[in-house]
């Protein structure tokens, strides 16, 4: 795969940033997962395909994610691809974060290749649900298939 991969994500306990990691290493970058605080808007210009992760607080992405991008300028990210996820709990009414997200960066003016997608812990600090870091797998399977 020629295209460049960044996954850019926040994380309290530890379990967002688990599937960060996974999802790196499925798509074989060869680089880590970059905390969200760590990262610039403008060093997405160096990037195709942005992933970005976060848990729900609140119903809502986490307020780093958010600030980092509001900062994104409209069609600053025009061409490139993004794929969002969010960590959360088993809630009747649980909020959402990954949907959020996407429609940021959808207003950027990134492609949304594919739905936003949500991954379960079991309580506020985890652990994942058993079977989710095969979830993540085949959802960056998917992604690829459809680059
Ligand atoms: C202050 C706070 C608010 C939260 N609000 C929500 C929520 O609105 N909906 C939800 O599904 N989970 C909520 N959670 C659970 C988080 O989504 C969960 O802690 C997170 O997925 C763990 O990810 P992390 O280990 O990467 O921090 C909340 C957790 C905290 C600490």
Redesign the pocket.
């Known amino acids: 795969m020629s295209e460049r991969v960044i996954v850019i994500y926040d994380?309290?306990?530890?379990?967002?940033?688990i599937i960060a990691e996974t999802i790196s290493g499925e798509f074989k970058t060869g680089t880590k997962p970059v905390h969200v605080s760590e990262i610039s808007v403008e060093a997405l210009s160096d990037f195709d395909i942005i992933i970005v992760g976060s848990?729900?607080?609140?119903?809502k992405p986490t307020e780093k994610t958010q600030l980092f991008l509001d900062s994104i300028k409209a069609g600053m990210l025009t061409g490139k691809k993004a794929a969002t996820f969010d960590?959360?709990?088993k809630?009747f009414i649980?909020?959402d974060a990954a949907k959020k997200m996407a429609e940021k960066l959808k207003n950027a003016g990134a492609e949304i290749i594919i739905d936003p997608q949500p991954f379960y812990?079991k309580g506020?600090?985890?652990p994942l649900y058993d079977g989710e870091i095969d979830g993540v797998k085949s959802w960056v399977k998917k992604i690829i298939a459809l680059l």
């Open positions: 994380s309290t306990f530890g379990n967002t940033k848990p729900i607080i609140g119903w960590t959360r709990v809630l649980h909020g812990v506020k600090e985890g």
